[in-house]
Nanobody
Framework: QVQLEESGGGLVQAGGSLRLSCAAS????????RGWFRQAPGKEREFVAA????????NYADSVKGRFAISRDNAKNTAYLQMNSLKPEDTAVYYC???????????????WGQGTQVTVSS
């Protein structure tokens, strides 16, 4: 199974930046797409961004377009989410996921990390 571990979360003031990392291990070639999702208290898990194996295809939720950037370094088996101009409404647990296709539905991703907390203060 693919194992994913997120890091980089924390507390930041509104307008600040954070970079999340997602380190993968195991048979990653079977699930080459990486996605980021988030879940705020009392809300459903929502799609944030996804990236193909080559990095040539990316997809973003409208709420983060222009502020967040997804990338990956396949030599390190690591995906990243650069988050800029953070807002209090970005506060959530952020999850990394591995899947086979670029998708926005959580059900299209087969493996998940344990999540990392991002808190944006106003």
């Amino acid at each position: 199974q693919v194992q994913l571990e997120e890091s980089g979360g924390g507390l930041v003031q509104a307008g600040g930046s954070l970079r999340l990392s997602c380190a993968a291990s195991g048979p990653t070639s079977s699930n080459p797409v990486r996605g980021w999702f988030r879940q705020a208290p009392g809300k459903e898990r929502e799609f944030v961004a996804a990236i193909s194996w080559s990095g040539s295809t990316t997809n973003y939720a409208d709420s983060v377009k222009g502020r967040f950037a997804i990338s990956r370094d396949n030599a390190k088996n690591t995906a990243y989410l650069q988050m800029n101009s953070l807002k209090p409404e970005d506060t959530a647990v952020y999850y990394c996921a591995a899947g086979r296709i670029i998708a926005t539905r959580a059900g299209n991703f087969d493996f998940w990390g344990q999540g990392t907390q991002v808190t944006v203060s106003s």
